[in-house]
């Protein structure tokens, strides 16, 4: 017999926001990655500019494939840039350089939050692995109380996870538009062209905390009364 949960409501509207958050962004970076700059460099000239300019010389630049896959290695010092940035003049493309190149400057300034947040990483990880094999467990063995808590509270290290992501990725946006708005890289009408690629960007990492916050909040809900009972 089917059943319905009215919780999974809940895990409804979080995939809804989540998808609705990844839609934007593409359809932002696609819209932006029609226009070229008028400075005519390229995500990878933009990128070694920035750190170059940022007094950064220990972290290489590396191209890698895939599509908005662009990312920051603190541990190797390896700024990667996706194949739909690295080698592009679009206005989209030198934004995504520089938003990475902003997490390259936070790691040189030992920004806080981005320290904490590498530190979470591995902790955060083993809890969203092991937290929902841990609630089954308590299930299955009669409704344990303790296993309950114990999953759920390492699921909420994923929320955590998520909530100290969001000042860091801020960070990095706003430090990304400072430097291309002082620099000669963008032209003054190029870069809010810029800010809404950014922005767009950011609010995924809002959809997969308010996501997360809304799978943590279902899971209280379903086991609440137990634990009260």
């Known amino acids: 017999m089917f059943f ?40 990878t000239d933009a990128a070694r500019y920035i750190l170059q300019q940022s007094g950064i010389t220990d972290v290489s630049v590396q191209e890698i494939s895939g599509e ?13 840039l996706s194949s739909s940035t690295a080698q592009s003049t679009s206005v ?9 190149c902003g997490h390259a ?8 939050p981005m320290r904490l947040r590498t530190a979470i990483v591995p902790v955060a ?11 089954i ?30 000042p860091v990725e801020f960070n990095a946006s706003h430090r990304a538009i400072t430097i291309l708005a002082s620099g000669g890289i963008l ?3 190029e870069v809010p ?11 995924t990492y809002v959809a997969a905390a308010l996501a997360t916050f809304l799978q943590l909040l279902r899971l209280i809900i379903l086991f609440g009364n137990n634990n009260r009972d």
């Open 4 to 43: 319905w949960d009215p919780t999974y409501t809940l895990v409804i509207i979080g995939l809804l926001i989540s998808m609705a958050a990844s839609s934007y962004v593409n359809r932002t970076f696609k819209r932006y990655d029609t226009v070229r700059s008028r400075s005519g460099v390229t995500g």
């Open 68 to 80: 908005l896959t662009d990312n920051y290695n603190g541990q190797t010092k390896i700024l990667s």
């Open 125 to 135: 990880n083993i809890g969203s692995t092991l937290s929902f094999p841990i609630i």
């Open 92 to 100: 989209a493309a030198i934004g995504v350089a520089a938003h990475e």
């Open 193 to 203: 062209m810029v800010r809404r690629v950014l922005t767009a960007a950011a609010l």
């Open 105 to 112: 400057v936070q790691d040189k300034r030992n920004y806080i």
């Open 137 to 166: 467990l308590g299930v299955i063995l009669g409704m344990n109380h303790t296993l309950i808590n114990i999953g759920i509270a390492a699921f909420s290290l994923a929320l955590l996870f998520q909530l100290v992501t969001l």
């Open 187 to 189: 032209a003054t009408d």
